[in-house]
């Protein structure tokens, strides 16, 4: 009994140290000023300059708590970005019964082309299609999942490919991305862009895309900071 009583208090601890984490993570976004090299892309008023790939308004739902729920199609940034620090929330809602790829499954696509997966994938081992993923290139460092209902965050700072006079790459993009405060890809070199975005070339500057995949994964404090 006494080792049950500690496994629950340890879990207790846990979730309270979360739930502070929330609360600071809450207060800072509220808090934070903007500059003429920021971009505020959602600040949970409302969902103007997103639209669909194919040209229409974006028609996410925008909640009362100030997030915004993924449906119907992915939603793409009308403005385009070269190099940036992006941040952004997200919440995957518990799926009881589903395995694998089903489990709150949505994307941040950087440029519209490289995909860092969204999922719940608490408790898993890393791999190259789970959470913080480049998805198909590199699997994460290390899972920094929280557990499924609970709001997780990512920062990322994405370099750009160049470009020589021909159009030719000259040096491929980089990225670095946080979840949850840990790194959890260092300056990693991005090969090739991924399935499932805009198309498949690599350009010199690209919109931000969040994937809807069926599931009701929610966003929130979107905004980014330009570095070029």
Known sequence: MNGIRHKHWI????LAVWSLLSCVQREAAKSFQADD???ILFDGSS???WQRKDGPESQWIVQDDGSVQASGADAVTSATFGDFQLHVEFYCPKTPGKQGQARSNSG???HGRY???ILDSFGDPPTGNGCGA???IAAPMVNASRPPGMWQMYDIIFRAPRFDDQDKITELPRITVLHNGIV?????ELPSTTPG???REMVDVGPILLQFHGDPVRYRNIRLRLLD
Request: net charge negative.
């Open 184 to 188: 959890i890809h260092n300056d990693l």
């Open 108 to 110: 941040v696509y950087l």
């Open 37 to 39: 090299k920021t971009a």
């Open 47 to 49: 969902w103007r300059g």
């Open 115 to 117: 995909e860092i997966q």
């Open 11 to 14: 879990g207790l601890a846990v």
């Open 134 to 136: 480049l998805y198909s």
């Open 197 to 199: 975005g805009l198309d």
